[in-house]
């Protein structure tokens, strides 16, 4: 994620592909995070490379058009310049490191390789949180805003590069960060029916059976 000290005019994006219920033949699901550094984006790749869920992922160099903050990072405020592929590894550990192809941007102007892809490309949802984000794709705007609905926080929807929709839904959603300062076990700390963000999700999602478990071994 950008630190709160982050100041530079190119960040790291970090899109990982994982297994989504921890098999090689289930649906193949992904998310998008935002790093100060290549080495940061790299440990962050290799702290879920030995997962079973792991599938691939891949860091993007982006830089933008001046000096930015973690805060004008959550905020949108800021236009792409150009982007790069700059490392990727898959599910055997297979890395490269060759840096790919550059695509510049202006305005609206981008390389007709780009626009083929954009054509293709369906919407995503970002909740953006203190410089991270997720995304959830979806076919249509209809559909996505639906989606976007249920998420709490800064909410952004993009069709290829361009945004079509932003939100800011402030309602009280529970927090991974409230969680862990709480003390509290699950449990307790949320119930039936509360919303809660995307780092929640993600802890479960990565523990399986055992943190159920853990965290619900007391009820009944």
Known sequence: MLTKKFKSNKFYE?????FKY??????????TTVWDSLEKAKAFIEK????????????????VDRVISAEDYKKNNYEVVSYQEVYSEDYDGNYDETPGKIYY??????????????????????QVNEGTAWCIEA?????????????????VIKKGLKIVAEFNNID???T??????SDLEFKDFA?????????????????????FYKEYKDVG
């Open 14 to 18: 970090v899109t990982r592909y994982f």
């Open 22 to 31: 921890g098999h090689d033949y289930d649906e193949v699901d992904g998310n």
């Open 48 to 63: 879920y490379r030995f997962n079973r869920k792991f599938y691939s992922a891949t860091v993007e160099e982006i830089i």
């Open 105 to 126: 941007l202006n305005g609206e102007k981008i390389s007709d390789i780009k626009k083929e892809i954009i054509k293709e490309e369906v919407y995503k949802i970002f």
């Open 139 to 155: 076919k249509t705007l209809a559909e996505a805003k639906e989606i976007a609905k249920k998420y709490k926080g800064h909410i």
């Open 172 to 174: 009280d959603v529970k």
């Open 176 to 181: 991974m960060n409230n969680w862990r300062t």
């Open 191 to 211: 119930k039936v029916g509360d919303i809660v963000d995307e780092g929640i999700v993600n802890w479960f999602a990565e523990c399986g059976d055992t943190c």
